[in-house]
């Protein structure tokens, strides 16, 4: 882990917006997020910058539908050629051959972009992104029926593309000499523990552990998105470095688990407080109205007997969730705003 990195009430973001001008969606990411930029992922530009599609690429037996927003795997066929001819390029450890094409990720090109034209002095860290590996294989479907999260071969599968997408991330983003945050976001994990997935608590920890560890062998940090309720104390077990939960509705389902939180902490935990709502709320809340529900649930965590200063360096804020769905003048405040509560805290 990264003992230097502090978080600060740095803002950073999830990853969406609903921009198809490439340039300007950037920008925002930049003047929005000036000590954590991240890339922004473009959704309404095309398909393939579907959360579910953008990192398939690469995936043995993917057959892209004829929408071009859906995509499974079919194994009517032999899947063991496929399967074998993946693992061979895995376990040759080149991230290379795990790319993200420039027509899966516009922004992530434009990121890099940016950052080999201006100077970096200011940045705190980078921020990259992937889907889940649970979330992935809980929205690939088989043509068996099943999802590929209860097909051991292609969950491995997924978890290994993962991994691999999020290193060629990591490769790429740490050559700027700054801190690089890769989250793994995972809004399937809102199921985890009801009949809609049925998998352990440690088949869970073990898939989202062989990400992280991919990333943290090589100096970076891992994150996790979840933008409902989950199961936090199995996150907090897990090997993840920055939790990443939707404050604006659910901050007292997380503050439950105060106690797990302040063993995350003492572990070198980070949380990632997304205050900012992501939904059409955003149009009637203020930067005060955020600030002091923030406020509120620091409160209560110093209350429980965890230092304010440790929470203040190990504290990121982000929106809630990505700003995909929203209009455009709905994101640019949701990004506004974030900056702006961010500056707020750090002047408490």
């Not at 004829?66 to 399967?83: F, M, N, P, R």
């Not at 049925?198 to 552990?209: D, P």
């Not at 688990?257 to 302040?262: T, V």
Request: with cysteine.
């Amino acid at each position: 882990m990264l003992t230097n990195f502090k978080g600060n009430f740095s803002a950073t973001a999830i990853g969406s917006l609903p921009h198809t001008n490439i340039e300007t969606a950037c920008e925002l990411m930049f003047k929005s997020l000036p000590e954590i930029p991240c890339w922004p992922q473009l959704p309404k530009i095309s398909a393939k910058e579907e959360m579910c599609i953008q990192y398939t690429e690469g995936l043995p037996c993917l057959k892209i539908h004829g929408d071009g927003k859906t995509v499974s795997i079919e194994i009517s066929g032999d899947s063991s050629g496929a399967l074998a001819g993946f693992y061979e390029d895995y376990l040759k450890n080149d991230p290379r051959l795990f790319h993200i094409s420039p027509g899966c990720a516009a922004g992530f090109y434009a990121m890099i972009d940016r950052l080999n034209k201006s100077p970096q002095n200011s940045f705190r860290a980078l921020k990259g992104q992937v889907v889940g590996p649970i979330t992935l294989a809980g929205s690939l479907k088989l043509s068996t029926g099943i999802t590929a999260l209860y097909n051991e071969e292609f969950f491995d599968a997924v978890i290994k593309l993962m991994s691999m997408k999020a290193y060629w991330q990591f490769t790429k983003l740490s050559r700027y000499g700054l801190p690089v945050i890769i989250f793994a976001d995972e809004p399937y994990l809102t199921s985890f523990g009801s009949a809609f997935m049925n998998i352990s608590r440690e088949r869970a920890i073990r898939a989202l552990n062989e990400v992280y560890e991919t990333i943290q062998s090589h100096g970076g940090l891992t994150g996790t998105h979840c933008c409902g309720n989950t199961d936090w104390a199995m996150l907090m077990d897990s090997k993840v470095d920055i939790i990443s939960f939707d404050a604006y509705e659910f901050m007292d389902k997380y503050l439950m688990f105060w106690r797990e939180i302040q063993a995350f902490l003492d572990r070198g935990g980070y949380m990632a407080w997304g205050i900012v709502p992501t939904s059409h709320k955003i149009n009637t809340t203020s930067l005060n109205d955020l600030a002091k529900r923030l406020e509120e649930g620091i409160q209560f965590l110093v209350r429980k007997g965890i230092s304010r200063t440790l929470i203040q360096e190990r504290s990121i804020i982000t929106p809630s969730c990505g700003t995909g769905t929203l209009t455009i003048e709905e994101a640019e405040r949701v990004m506004m705003l974030t900056h702006a509560v961010s500056l707020s805290m750090k002047n408490t």
